[in-house]
Nanobody
């Protein structure tokens, strides 16, 4: 079994920054892509960002483009989401996910069904 553990969530004022990390452990897993999703109260889970294992491709939701940056460290099996210029609407539980499938279209990396493993989530609250 593969375990994904998120860390780095918390309370931050609007305009502030947070850095989320996701550490993978467990059985050997051919992780092709890692992603971050979020779910606000009363809303569906939505795509935030994704990165392929090679680091050659990154994908972002329009709502976070230019503010969030996803990066990966294959040696440490970690993926990081740097979040800057945070807004109250970024408040949500953030989930790390990992998938083994490669797709020809980025459309699939934006879908939660394309990921095999999920973390438990970490709360991010943006409020003054």
């Amino acid at each position: 079994q593969v375990q994904l553990v998120e860390s780095g969530g918390g309370l931050v004022q609007p305009g502030g920054s947070l850095r989320l990390s996701c550490a993978a452990s467990g059985r050997t897993f051919s992780r092709y892509v890692s992603g971050w999703f979020r779910q606000a109260p009363g809303k569906e889970r939505e795509f935030v960002a994704a990165i392929t294992r090679s680091g050659g491709s990154t994908y972002y939701a329009d709502s976070v483009k230019g503010r969030f940056t996803i990066s990966g460290d294959n040696a440490l099996n970690t993926v990081t989401l740097q979040m800057n210029s945070l807004k109250p609407e970024d408040t949500a539980v953030y989930y790390c996910a990992a998938g083994s499938q490669a797709y020809s279209s980025s459309y699939y990396y934006r879908r939660s069904g394309s990921y095999d493993y999920w973390g438990q989530g970490t709360q991010v609250t943006v409020s003054s």
